[in-house]
Structures are given as structure tokens and as C-alpha cells.
């Protein structure tokens, strides 16, 4: 049974930065992509970042682009997101997720595994 665990959130300042983890366990890592997703209250669950898995293709929403990294190291089955410019749009809980489609789609409901989240908080 795929399992998927995040770690690093936290509270931050407006401009802040925060690396966020997720551990994978349970199958062959790098056979699987590993989006990351977040959701703030009243909200919908949106797609923020993807990589692939043995050839690390990686994508990014437009809420990305520019201000966070993905990256992954199959040695230790991790997956990371580097976030930098953080603005207080930017809170929400923090998903790391993966399922059949690999990057093909940021839409929640195609995805099979999900962790239970992280929460990161912008204020001042």
C-alpha cells in the first residue's frame, strides 16, 4: 500500500520561504510522479507543482511558476517543494499526491494516494 507523508510546514512572514517534504513508502518510488496540491479554506483543492518519476520532467501551475521548486531524490524517496516569495494567498494545507496519471493532470479526484497534508501559514 502506497503511503505518502509531508513535513515542513510552519508560519512564515510575507517574502518568507519554506521546503516542504513528502516521504514515500510502499512501492518502487521511482516508478510514480509526485504532485503536490494545496487547499485553503472555503476552497477547492488546487494543483501547485508535479514531477515525474524516472525521468524528473517537471510542472508548474501558474501559482508556482517562478516562486517554487520541486525536486526529488529517489535515494532517500522523497519528494520536495521549495517555496520562496511566500504571500498570504499562499496559506493553505500542503498535499503531496500520486496516482495512475503520472504529470498528465492536476485534477484532484484522478489521484489514488494522498497524504494527510501539512499546514503553512503567511501572516505578519
Request: with cysteine.
Amino acid at each position: 500500500q502506497v503511503q505518502l507523508v509531508e513535513s515542513g510546514g510552519g508560519s512564515v512572514q510575507p517574502g518568507g520561504s519554506l521546503s516542504l517534504s513528502c516521504v514515500f513508502s510502499g512501492d518502487t518510488f521511482d516508478y510514480y510522479a509526485i504532485t503536490w496540491f494545496r487547499q485553503a479554506p472555503g476552497t477547492e483543492r488546487e494543483g501547485v507543482s508535479c514531477i515525474a518519476g524516472r525521468f524528473p520532467t517537471k510542472y508548474y501551475t501558474d501559482l508556482a511558476k517562478g516562486r517554487f521548486a520541486i525536486s526529488r531524490d529517489n535515494a532517500k524517496n522523497t519528494v520536495y517543494l521549495q517555496m520562496n516569495s511566500l504571500q498570504p494567498e499562499d496559506t493553505a494545507v500542503y498535499y503531496c499526491a500520486t496516482g495512475l496519471y503520472g504529470c498528465g493532470s492536476f485534477v484532484p479526484l484522478e489521484y489514488d494516494y494522498w497524504g494527510r497534508g501539512t499546514q503553512v501559514t503567511v501572516s505578519l
